[in-house]
């Protein structure tokens, strides 16, 4: 069974600083990886995924990600840090069928001051 | 693109009432919609596969005649929360997947659901 872990329940970072959050996952295939992020009462809106090809994945809000094989990461990253990026971030696996499931990971709460 | 619209945004209802949820795909044909619950501070937990023109797949747990699921066309699924009671209070959100390739799911805005 396909997993995701997220260990960080939160990170915090001060604005203009790069900003990481972590993901590790588990598949027994070819992994399909997303990032979404969810402001408060909202739904969630993608961000970015991984497929195949470059392992630096570039995405909205000049957030990227970086996959690697090696160490079953895909860590989201932004080089400076806004407070409106404040927010629920969620990673996410897909089910290598054609339904198109996807697994959760447990959510970072990213939290940027001023 | 890719816009999913889910109403109604906010439901406050009397314990025994039945609850519709109808999710949208504005502009892309979706054969797949998911419905996922979220209880307050925690991860999207995935309660049914909605399939147009066939049953909704159910994830275990999940009782289908609680949560009536409905996909009639490529761009509609709705759920029907029947006979609702307090535990059934939750963030409620839809997804679609557009067909082809490795497309990601988008999703709605969500419904409260508050059962009193």
């Known amino acids: 069974a396909q997993s995701v872990a997220q260990p960080e329940d939160q990170v915090n970072v001060a604005e203009g600083n790069p900003l990481t959050v972590k993901c590790t996952y588990s598949?027994?295939?070819?992994?399909?990886l997303f990032w979404y992020v969810q402001y408060p009462n909202r739904g969630l809106q993608f961000l970015l995924k991984?497929?195949?090809?470059?392992?630096l994945v570039k995405g909205s809000y000049g957030f990227e990600a970086e996959f690697n094989k090696s160490q079953t990461s895909f860590h989201l990253k932004k080089p400076s840090a806004l407070v409106s990026d404040s927010a629920l971030y969620f990673c996410?696996?897909?089910?290598?069928?054609?339904?198109?499931?996807?697994?959760f990971g447990t959510g970072t709460r990213l939290q940027v001051t001023l | 693109g890719a816009v999913v619209s889910q109403h109604p945004s906010r439901v406050i209802c009397k314990s025994g009432t039945s609850v519709k949820i109808e999710c949208r795909s504005l502009d892309f044909q979706a054969t797949t919609m998911f419905w996922y619950r979220q209880f307050p501070k925690k991860s999207l937990m995935l309660m049914a596969t909605?399939?147009?023109?066939?049953?909704?797949?159910?994830e275990q747990g999940v009782e289908k005649d609680k949560f009536l699921i409905n996909h009639a066309s490529l761009t509609l699924s709705t759920l029907t929360v029947t006979s609702a009671h307090p535990e059934d209070s939750s963030f409620y959100i839809c997804?679609?997947?557009?067909?082809?390739?490795?497309?990601?799911?988008?999703f709605g805005d969500g419904t409260r659901l508050s059962i009193l």
């Open positions: 996410a696996v897909r089910d290598g069928g054609t339904a198109s499931k996807l697994t």
């Open positions: 598949v027994s295939g070819n992994p399909y």
């Open positions: 997804s679609a997947a557009g067909t082809g390739g490795f497309k990601p799911q988008h």
């Open positions: 991984y497929i195949t090809g470059d392992n």
């Open positions: 909605s399939n147009e023109g066939s049953k909704a797949t159910y």
